[in-house]
């Protein structure tokens, strides 16, 4: 069975950085594609980024520049480096793993950033 747990958020200043964790067990899938999303509060749910097995990467506008997605080669362990935080990146942050029409999700960790 496939679980995806998600770790590093917390309360930061503006400015600010945290680095989120995702760590995916009971996956076969050779290749896939493991994301970032985000839902803020009274949004719809958002793509942050992606990254694959073969190493293709794929930003939101609003993070590039900012946000840096990373996977430990081999692995099913991905990361989201955020610096310079601003207050409309405050959501709750969820990692998803992909392999054709199949989806799994994390429960989700809380960004806070305040102003």
């Known amino acids: 069975q496939v679980q995806v747990v998600e770790s590093g958020g917390g309360l930061v200043q503006a400015g600010g950085s945290l680095r989120l964790s995702c760590v995916v067990s009971?996956?076969?899938?050779?290749?896939?594609?493991i994301g970032w999303y985000r839902q803020g509060p009274g949004l719809q749910r958002e793509l942050v980024a992606t990254?694959?097995?073969?190493?293709?990467?794929d930003y939101a506008a609003s993070v590039k520049g900012r946000f840096t997605i990373s996977r430990e080669k081999g692995k099913n362990t991905v990361y989201l480096q955020m610096n310079s935080l601003k207050p409309e990146d405050t959501a709750v942050y969820y990692c998803?793993?992909?392999?054709?029409?199949?989806?799994?999700w994390g429960q989700g960790t809380q960004v806070t950033v305040s102003s």
């Open positions: 009971g996956s076969t899938f050779s290749t896939n594609v």
């Open positions: 998803n793993l992909r392999y054709l029409i199949f989806d799994y």
């Open positions: 990254i694959s097995t073969s190493g293709d990467i």
